[in-house]
């Protein structure tokens, strides 16, 4: 089997660490499988390069920024290939200039355009472990670009693809998908498999164990992947993969993004283009807004609910108020220390109960709905954030009986 | 003037010193200059770098080492850059592979081969300062090389030659180039300018200001090389060009090396290929053999003299000892402690008095010779390390009155 694995900083954060990952691999290798591994840069190292940087340029420009993030995942590298050889195992580590990981050149957050895998297979054809930096590409300059924060699973998920891996694993500080916080839902039970479109849902919402645009990858080019703990090896993860098996769990899990603040513009005027003019405003002020919902029309005029991340509600309710004129409505009024919370599982909306079901439960709990919105396989509500974890155990436990796996 | 710049890891060890050298980078750009800037990693990178490479693998492969410590340059540049765009001028950080320094495969000892200037020359015409990673080159599997301990001098002077600079400047904790160790010897004075040669025989002697492999290339190629104060930049410092106006130069300068060892072979056959034998058998031990000293055949056997640094001297011993019998002698003798003592000018062994005023001088204070040895430009002797610093000051004396400059 060809094997790519990949590592996040904290499970490579030390010389023990290291090692410790370094003999998972090489096993993985004594079994007979062909392993590439991708590495991010060791513990804090990213935040104190950042700080290295500060320290000469309160506003770092972005080009420098990438040539001196790199090094992180090229320390990583060169670290575990040195580990890998005191086991007595052949290891070569490549950074994305050495591989041909093509990039865009958008300095700091670059996407990937393509990979030239040439090296790797050669590497792999003479018996060598492929340790190769994650989060970063090289332009059509020759310049490094990094990838963006998390941005090591999406390497690891394009090698999986290009290479034509056979599973792709991804190693951190979780073991895997959880129904619902197990801090916090104490029934919480991990999933042994999750379709990607679930799991593009469960991260969106603030289930943060897996970037994002690795998962729209994965997706895109079939690229089974595992969701593993670095720390604890012998547990079995999570599974990613295409939902055809997937579709009769109704209920796959459970999120609660927090922070979040409520806004409604009361009274606007009932014209074509009044709602892209209210967002595009705030999107020039690079406000990302969530939750859109917009009440039919009665009479001449409508409202506008959305939702924001806290840190965005004073530019956003300063856009609002400078615009007033220009936009046309009555008033703003807002709500702060909301919660989103959703769950996910496909076949959510077809199947009529399920969102009866979350609001039943909502309401034996006591807990008030600000908002309600639907996708195929999400149901989000808006409520009070201090209620939060006490929905969620009484959703959890609502659905406890239905769940499969 | 387009002016290379090389500042070593002292210079830029933190954000301070980082700052502090970009103002007078900026300052010589703003003077109409176009500026390429050569920089070693800073302060203790390389070791710490090292340390932890040796946490994973006590003996690291030096493929790896390499792809490890390169990453310490290219911080040092990338913070520059910044630094430097913080004073409001442009700048633009380069990494051997980005700028095409080709380098042999020998990693952790790699030669340029040959540098590719376009992407400087580029850089350059469009006004910005370049910052280039020192130490470091790809080879032709796209491999990081590095180009051995202070190879950064190597660096700046290939880019001057290549660049064809019309100035080399090598910025380090010394100011220049003194006609004796200022600390040991009270009345040493720098000297404003040296020959390439007169530069290579102190530095082979132990005054380690500039690395040895770049001072021949300078010389090969003519580059104009200025030894500067990397802390006082207003302080004058030595040049080191084309001798012909040195050569009145009867004293340049004055050097010891210490932890010096003596090694006498008694009773060797006089016979062809004994000394090729001897120090075959050496150098397979990788001992470096320094002074060699051979007496004229006396019937039927000979003694050969040389000097080895102290740390080999059991290892010497050992070598001669297990193949006694093979090289065919009577006896070793030893003597440890000793220290070389040169001095250092152009012409001076076709100036008969030179080596008598050191001999003189010598005696004068009381200090037996061991060796003696001299070539054209240099006079060595071998001595009970003890006095070295006694005879420094009793030489330099000797000399004052004819020394010019």
Not at 99 to 113: D, F, H, M, Q
Not at 130 to 146: C, K, L, M, S
Not at 285 to 308: E, H, M, P, R, Y
Not at 388 to 401: G, L, P, T
Request: charged share 20%; aromatic share 6%; hydrophobic share 45%.
């Amino acid at each position: 089997m060809l094997i790519v694995q990949k590592y996040g900083g904290t499970s490579v954060a030390n010389a023990e660490r290291i090692l410790c990952v370094a003999e998972h691999i090489v096993a993985s290798y004594r079994a007979g499988n062909k392993m590439v591994v991708v590495l991010s840069a060791q513990g804090d190292t990213t935040d104190e390069l950042i700080a290295k940087a500060q320290e000469v340029n309160p506003e770092p420009g972005k080009r420098e920024l990438d040539m001196l993030l790199a090094t992180g995942e090229q320390q990583a590298v060169a670290l575990m290939a040195l580990a890998i050889h005191r086991l007595g195992a052949p290891a070569l580590s490549l950074n994305a200039v050495q591989v041909g990981i093509e990039a865009t050149s958008l300095y700091g957050n670059a996407r990937i355009k393509r990979i030239r895998p040439e090296r790797i297979t050669r590497a792999l054809e003479l018996n060598n472990i492929v340790i190769v930096a994650g989060f970063q590409g090289v332009n059509r300059y020759g310049d490094v670009t990094t990838l963006g924060r998390g941005a090591s699973d999406t390497t690891a998920v394009a090698l999986s693809a290009v290479l034509g891996a056979d599973l792709c694993e991804i190693y951190s500080d979780v073991d895997g998908i959880y129904t619902a916080d197990p801090r916090i839902v104490h029934g919480a039970r991990k999933l042994a498999s999750i379709s990607y479109d679930e799991m593009l849902e469960l991260a969106s919402m603030g289930a943060q164990v897996l970037h994002n645009r690795a998962v729209e990858m994965a997706k895109r080019h079939r690229v089974k992947l595992v969701l593993r703990s670095a720390w604890y090896f012998d547990i079995e993860g999570t599974e990613i993969k295409e939902g055809s098996t997937m579709e009769k769990l109704l209920f796959s899990g459970l999120a609660i993004d927090r922070d979040v603040a409520r806004v409604s513009i009361m009274g606007l005027l009932d014209r074509p283009g009044v709602a892209y003019h209210v967002f595009s405003l705030l999107a020039t002020q690079k406000i990302s807004v969530d939750i859109i919902l917009q009440t039919a029309g009665s009479g001449k005029t409508k409202d506008i609910n959305f939702t924001v991340h806290q840190a965005d509600l004073d530019a956003t309710l300063k856009v609002l108020e400078t615009n007033k004129e220009a936009i046309g409505f009555d008033t703003v009024t807002f709500d702060t220390g909301m919660a989103k919370l959703s769950i996910i599982g496909a076949g959510m909306t077809t199947n009529f109960g399920v969102a009866s079901m979350m609001f039943e439960a909502l309401y034996e709990c006591g807990v008030n709905i600000s908002m309600i919105s639907t996708s195929e396989i999400k149901i989000t509500v808006v409520i009070d954030e201090k209620y939060a974890d006490n929905a969620a155990v009484c959703i959890h436990e609502k659905f406890a009986q239905i769940m499969n796996e």
